[in-house]
């Protein structure tokens, strides 16, 4: 492990339990959000009602550190799922796309990418607007097609 990973290692680690924040059931703290890992799989748009339906919205991983801190957490489950977040491509007519975090109806554009080598690779003919953290790319940002199925992840 490199230096900077172990800086980052450290000082996510320490943020994690440090944070005190106070969450009802059945989300857990996690740096100072409140998340509710699924173990049922949906697709993009059925995981956004499914959180809404638990007093959240899909994660939204707004700054580099929330980014970093869920990635050390998912790796740390060891479990080899994927996980869909709140990012969706509202453009696919730009080349990269137009990627924003959407939630409770409104949206802001990504300060940040985190995306797995090679992504996003969605195409007009062959559209991946949803966005997910895969296992088997140590959880970096990835775009797949939204009727796809995975585990999500809610914030509030």
């Known amino acids: 492990m490199s230096l900077i990973n172990r800086v980052i290692f450290v000082a996510c680690v320490l943020?994690?339990?440090?944070?005190?924040?106070?969450?009802?059931?059945p989300y857990r703290a996690l740096g100072?959000?409140?998340?509710?890992?699924s173990t049922d799989k949906a697709s993009w748009d059925e995981a956004y009602v499914n959180c809404f339906h638990k007093g959240g919205y899909l994660a939204n991983l707004e700054t580099l550190h929330e980014y970093l801190i869920m990635r050390y957490k998912l790796a740390g489950m060891?479990?080899?799922q994927h996980y869909?977040?709140?990012?969706?491509?509202?453009?696919?007519?730009i080349k990269g796309g137009d990627w924003r975090w959407v939630r409770n109806g409104r949206v802001t554009r990504m300060s940040y990418f985190a995306f797995s080598p090679g992504e996003p690779s969605?195409?007009?003919?062959?559209?991946?607007?949803?966005?997910?953290?895969?296992s088997n790319h140590q959880y970096q940002f990835a775009d797949v097609p939204c009727n796809s199925v995975a585990r999500y992840v809610c914030e509030k």
Not at 15 to 25: L, M, R
Not at 32 to 37: E, G, R, T
Not at 84 to 93: E, V
Not at 123 to 133: F, G, I, N, Y
Request: contains cysteine.
């Open 122 to 134: 969605g195409t007009k003919a062959s559209p991946e607007l949803c966005l997910w953290l895969l």
């Open 78 to 80: 060891k479990n080899g």
């Open 15 to 25: 943020f994690t339990f440090v944070s005190g924040k106070q969450c009802s059931y």
């Open 32 to 37: 100072s959000n409140c998340y509710y890992f």
């Open 84 to 93: 869909a977040i709140g990012g969706r491509d509202m453009n696919r007519g």
